[in-house]
């Protein structure tokens, strides 16, 4: 009996008999507001554990001999589809030529809905003289005579009527599409660079009056991960009585996403700067949509993980006794406040 008296003493939850407990509807109150917290806040930290959470890391990118994927989507509200062309030169200055890729262009009214699709099968400038061919010899000057002898063919003539006419009546143009680049620094850039520089001319009667307002819908360098944000998504430029060159600066940062079922994602994220030029009265070049990417050589993890069981426990068990608690205590002043008030009132009335 003795060891029993001894533990009973031990005892930190010691319990009152029956009929010594008093039950009150206040007690009552308080014990349903009680319980209502404790739910919620139980609700709250399971759906805290059971969401992820995301850990960077970083280390030097080693991947090598990869293509880098450049997923494009871009309004070009004031230039029809016949003038546009899409070129990509990496940082040899190598054209490339006969890609696995894939780019659209949808014919838009000035409404910006679709009248027509065209699709690209090559992406390279035919026609760099220009701006790019200075350097030619005599033989190189004699086949550019011939070309230009050739440029207001019948061809020509129907393609600057037809581009008129798209451009009298609004006509836009959508480019997007997937462009497959070697994994060095490099750019692209939509413009009218395609055009004979003849048949330009006679198209727009100049480079500043070739207005290259352009909306991004989207511009990604892979497959997106959850939470990346891509900065040049949702993009506006328009110009007004204007025209020039848009440039975007953009720093890729290799990046891997592992999920919590260990399955990686491997694409990429990138900031991004931009400058605008005006053109000016005697500008021999025409404005263009430049995108000048170069790669960082640092890759970033990104790896979901869940928090442990034992951490769940102990928050549940901190937010469910602390409300437990604060409960027991505003019951027991709630309690004292009306017996105070309710005892004067019962001697004045024997009185």
């Known amino acids: 009996m003795g060891v029993k008296q001894a533990l009973k003493s031990l005892d930190a939850f010691p319990r009152a008999e029956e009929h010594l407990l008093q039950k009150t509807q206040t007690g009552a109150v308080v014990s349903v507001v009680g319980l209502l917290i404790m739910a919620t806040l139980f609700v709250h930290e399971l759906r805290y554990y059971l969401t992820t959470y995301t850990v960077h890391q970083m280390s030097v990118d080693l991947k090598r001999g990869e293509t880098l994927p450049i997923h494009i989507n871009i309004t070009f509200p004031s230039l029809p589809c016949d003038v546009l062309s899409v070129d990509a030169i990496d940082m040899s200055g190598k054209h490339e030529v006969d890609l696995d890729t894939n ?53 020509a003539e129907d393609l600057i009527k037809r581009v008129k006419h798209a451009i009298a009546n609004g ?37 500043k009056n070739v207005n290259v307002s352009h909306i991004i819908h989207d511009l990604s360098f892979g497959p997106k991960y959850p939470g990346i944000h891509n900065p040049l998504d949702g993009t506006e430029r328009i110009l007004h009585d204007a025209s020039g060159t848009f440039k975007y600066y953009i720093k890729i940062v290799p990046t891997e996403y592992r999920y919590i079922s260990k399955e990686v994602l491997p694409t990429n994220q990138f900031s991004v700067t931009e400058y605008f030029s005006p053109m000016k009265q005697f500008d021999r070049t025409w404005p263009a949509v430049y995108f000048l990417y170069d790669l ?53 009335v024997l009185r």
Not at 128 to 140: A, Q
Not at 187 to 198: E, K, M
Not at 307 to 329: E, K, N, Q, Y
Request: hydrophobic share 40%; proline share 1%; aromatic share 10%.
């Open 103 to 155: 780019i659209w262009k949808l014919r838009l009214n000035s409404y910006g809905h679709i009248i027509g699709t065209e699709y690209l099968s090559d992406l390279v400038e035919k026609e760099h003289s220009h701006k790019h061919d200075d350097g030619k010899d005599h033989h190189e000057d004699k086949d550019q005579e011939i070309h230009l002898q050739g440029a207001f063919d019948q061809a």
């Open 171 to 207: 006509e836009g143009c959508q480019v997007f599409g997937v462009l497959d680049v070697q994994r060095v620094a490099g750019n692209f850039h939509i413009s009218v660079h395609g055009l004979n520089i003849f048949v330009a001319q006679m198209i727009f009667e100049g480079s």
């Open 296 to 348: 960082s050589p640092i890759t970033v993890t990104i790896k979901e993980e869940r928090r442990s069981f034992l951490h769940f426990i102990t928050r549940l068990c901190a937010v469910l006794g602390g409300t437990f608690a604060l409960t027991g205590m505003l019951d027991r002043w709630m309690y004292r406040f009306l017996e105070a008030v309710t005892k004067p009132n019962a001697r004045s």
